[in-house]
Each structure stands twice: as C-alpha cells, then as structure tokens.
C-alpha cells in the first residue's frame, strides 16, 4: 500500500508539473522568480499582489492539484493534507537551486 501511495504521489507530481494551457505556463513562471512551491503542496505567487496571469496561473494549478490529492487519498483511506504535504516535499526535493520555495509560515526563500 506505501508503494501505491508513493506511486500514485509520484503521478501526481508529474501531473502537477505539466503546464497548463494558458499565456503564462508554471515552468515559465517559476523560472521568473512568480511563482514558488510550498511545502503545503501547492503553489503560491511569490508578490503579494501578483499580476492577475500570475493569479490565474496559481489558482488554476492548485484546483488541479487538490483535485488529484483527493483522489489519492480516497484511494488509499488518507488525509488530503498528509497527500498534499508529501506531494510538497517531493516537488521542493525536486526543484532546482534558485527556486522560490515558501514554508508553512508564508514566507518565501530561494533553494540552495
């Protein structure tokens, strides 16, 4: 069952990953310094008054995502925040240095 759950945790973050069809996509945003993983799993704009595409894009990315935490944790009898958190920590592993990343205390640092 861990090997399902880490599976299916891993599917997901490749899904998170991919970008959505819209003028700004998450790669490109990260690469700018918008947008940042969190540790919560989801993303999060790193302005506090982000332009609205940046908006869009975050809102966008975190309505998929809680989507897909859901449905892992149905399926493995869990807690959406335990699938979302370890989601987060696989996706900031997985970030390269430079990338903003924000902690469960709303502030932003760079990778190292």
Not at 38 to 58: E, I, K, R
Not at 80 to 106: F, H, S, Y
Request: proline share 4%.
């Amino acid at each position: 069952m861990v090997r399902r759950f880490a599976t299916a945790i891993a599917l997901l973050a490749a899904l998170a990953l991919a970008a959505p069809a819209s003028a700004l996509d998450l790669d490109a945003a990260k690469r700018q310094g918008l947008v940042g993983e969190m540790t919560s799993g989801y993303v999060g704009a790193v302005q506090s008054n982000p332009p609205a595409d940046v908006a869009a894009l975050v809102a966008e990315v975190n309505t998929r995502r809680a989507a897909g935490y859901r449905e892992i944790a149905t399926r493995n009898g869990t807690a959406v925040e335990a699938v979302a958190a370890l989601a987060g920590q696989k996706l900031i592993d997985r970030a390269p240095p430079g990338a903003w990343i924000g902690d469960a205390g709303g502030r932003w640092y760079q990778k190292k």
